[in-house]
């Protein structure tokens, strides 16, 4: 069955969060699918560096009921068949308080509910679990993975958030590690897929070629539970030493 929703849940902050979510969606546009990112990590506001051009509109205003859900949509210039779409959080502090309010939770629960509607899939960007707006994002998602780092503080945090998920009774499905080739990586013994490192400015799951491409490919496979139909070379001989 596929999956429509797939909240991305950061272990801690710079755990990786941002760029999966982003490389999924690369991964999904490539195999003709349409899909949405919608940022719920009204802190730090990653998902903005990855849209081009001026935000008026996000997804702070949509959660304060100052802007509608369609006007904080913007397409990603991707050469892909599929349609990504980013609704990213870009804000002054004081809207970010009043995005993280009980009520404005409802309309988060409310977005991810529209986005689905909308797209074939949607991928929620969530940072660690401490506020209204995380707790709306993944009640609102039929699964979760938790994203930890492929370094001590991730593996040590991991059942942290584990616990907190299992607390507001939405436990996590699944776990993704980062980074896992980068220089004294640390093994996440829990992780169900590990992605490595790759161009620091991504996504680089647009080139099939990318040593990242394949293993995003597999995770968004069993995460959403769907064939998508893409083809990567097999390493030769020379490619292993």
Same mark, same amino acid.
């Given at each position: 069955? #596929?999956? $429509?929703?797939?909240?991305?849940?950061?272990?801690?902050?710079?755990?990786?969060?941002?760029?999966?979510?982003?490389?999924?969606?690369?991964?999904?546009?490539r195999?003709?699918?349409?899909?949405?990112?919608?940022?719920?990590?009204?802190?730090?506001?990653?998902l903005?560096t990855?849209?081009?051009?001026?935000?008026?509109?996000?997804?702070?205003?949509?959660?304060?009921?100052?802007?509608? =859900?369609?006007?904080?949509?913007?397409?990603?210039?991707? #050469?892909?068949?599929?349609?990504?779409? *980013?609704?990213? +959080?870009?804000?002054? =502090?004081?809207?970010?308080?009043? %995005?993280?309010?009980?009520?404005?939770?409802?309309?988060?629960?409310? +977005?991810?509910?529209?986005? %689905? +509607?909308? *797209? #074939?899939h949607?991928? /929620?960007?969530?940072?660690?679990?401490?506020?209204?707006?995380a707790?709306?994002?993944?009640?609102? %998602?039929?699964?979760?993975?938790?994203?930890a780092? $492929?370094?001590?503080?991730?593996?040590d945090l991991?059942?942290?958030?584990?616990?907190?998920?299992?607390d507001?009774?939405?436990?996590a499905?699944? /776990? /993704?590690?980062?980074?896992? #080739?980068? $220089?004294?990586?640390?093994?996440?013994d829990?992780?169900d897929?590990?992605?490595?490192?790759?161009?620091? /400015?991504?996504? $680089?799951?647009?080139?099939?070629?990318?040593?990242?491409?394949?293993?995003v490919?597999?995770?968004?496979s069993?995460? *959403?539970?769907?064939?998508?139909?893409?083809e =990567?070379?097999?390493?030769?001989?020379?490619?292993?030493?």
């Amino acid at each position: 069955m #596929d999956i $429509s929703t797939l909240a991305l849940v950061g272990v801690a902050g710079g755990a990786g969060t941002t760029r999966t979510a982003v490389e999924m969606a690369a991964t999904l546009g490539r195999a003709d699918r349409s899909v949405a990112v919608i940022d719920a990590a009204f802190g730090t506001q990653g998902l903005a560096t990855y849209v081009s051009g001026r935000i008026t509109d996000d997804m702070t205003a949509v959660a304060v009921d100052e802007s509608a =859900f369609e006007a904080a949509l913007y397409d990603a210039d991707y #050469d892909v068949p599929g349609r990504v779409t *980013f609704c990213p +959080a870009h804000a002054p =502090f004081e809207r970010i308080a009043r %995005a993280k309010a009980p009520e404005a939770a409802r309309a988060v629960e409310t +977005a991810v509910a529209d986005a %689905a +509607a909308r *797209f #074939d899939h949607v991928l /929620v960007d969530v940072p660690p679990v401490a506020a209204n707006q995380a707790v709306a994002a993944l009640a609102a %998602a039929d699964r979760r993975a938790l994203v930890a780092p $492929s370094t001590r503080r991730g593996a040590d945090l991991l059942p942290r958030q584990r616990g907190r998920l299992r607390d507001i009774d939405a436990p996590a499905d699944a /776990v /993704v590690a980062t980074r896992t #080739d980068a $220089s004294g990586a640390v093994a996440v013994d829990a992780a169900d897929h590990g992605l490595p490192a790759d161009d620091p /400015v991504g996504p $680089s799951a647009l080139d099939p070629d990318s040593p990242l491409a394949p293993a995003v490919a597999t995770a968004v496979s069993d995460l *959403f539970g769907v064939d998508l139909g893409l083809e =990567f070379e097999e390493p030769g001989l020379f490619d292993r030493l």
